[in-house]
């Protein structure tokens, strides 16, 4: 009994082994067949196998041909059952999959998937395919979140570009008039046009200057050489050579009482962007109007320390719906704001490029900090938050 047990066992290896490698040759010969195929032969394996165990059995035992004949039919139509639902099965996957491939092409066309995708009520959706349809859906979302980012940063470099061209234009054609001038010998004061044309091209090369600092900063590649730093320094170096410019255009420069706070930061970048906050509060506040700088202390949202220092100008405010707009690069509220800023006093001699706050924020966000602005006291307060200690 012992050997005929072991002879059937060695039969049903034999038949598992054969049944196995046939199944796994006929799936390499349907790997491009759709998902209800391989299934099918799966299961049809599955089926092979018990009905050989089966077989085997019965061959063991004595049993009569009309129960063998039963055995047959009824192994035969659980065979038949199990392929059909297979069959059923493998065709409701399929389509499922079918959604999922359809959902990628929408996705490759740059349509935005919903969050009700159809699978989520799919009965024959199993988990792993549900699971793979939310997270195309999500990265649908990121996509179109991503290009709409990529559109809002393309038309800004669009209208910075536009902006650059008109701001060189004005100072070029005044170089040239003046220097035509001069060569003619219709100049009357030819001493004061060579200032006003050093002027220009100081003008054109601070625009250059900051156009290049925003490009190193938007690039990432900016260095800063920390090093202990008083704002007070910073800022009383910052107005004392700002003040000509401020006495020419009528306006006070105040340096507070309070002394800044040290911090950890990179002297040369920190002081050029005080200097871009000073020189804007400068070019807007009204003539009469006074230029106040400040300091203090404060905690970041993460609760670490942070040194500030204001400026608070006489522009007359600023709307809301503008404020946070004034750090993008290039970004002004009409061409006659930027125009204005040079005519009379100076002429174009510190109209921008419209990207000195932009400089100013990518300067103070390079060393762990922050830059805020909001309406005040008949004026606009830009308030520079650096980490006292160094990130």
Known sequence: MREGLLMTLAWLLVWAVAITALSIGLQRLARREPFWVQLVIVVA??????????????????????????????????????????????????????????????????????????????????????ALADELARTSRRLEESRAREAAIESARRELVAWISHDLRTPLATLRAMAEAVEDGVATDASDYHRRMIAETDHMAAMVNDLLELSTLEAGTLTLRREPVELYDLASDVLAELTPLAAQRGVALDGGESSGGRVVADARTASRALRNVVLNAIMYSVEGGIVTVGFGQGSAPDGSREALVWVQDTCGGIAEEDLPHLFAPGWRKSESRGRAVGQNRGGSLYAGAGVGLSVVAGIVQAHGGRVTVENRNGGCRFTLAFPVDAP
Do not use: K, Q
């Open 45 to 130: 394996a599955t089926v092979g196998v018990f009905v050989a165990g089966v077989v085997n059995a019965f061959n063991a035992m004595a049993i009569t041909e009309s129960d063998l004949a039963t055995v047959w039919v009824i192994l035969a139509a659980a065979g038949a059952v199990a392929i059909a639902m297979s069959l059923i099965l493998g065709f409701r996957l399929s389509r499922s999959t079918t959604r999922l491939i359809a959902d990628a092409a929408r996705i490759g066309r740059g349509e935005v998937l919903g969050s009700d995708r159809p699978l989520a009520t799919d009965p024959a959706g199993s988990a792993e395919l549900t």
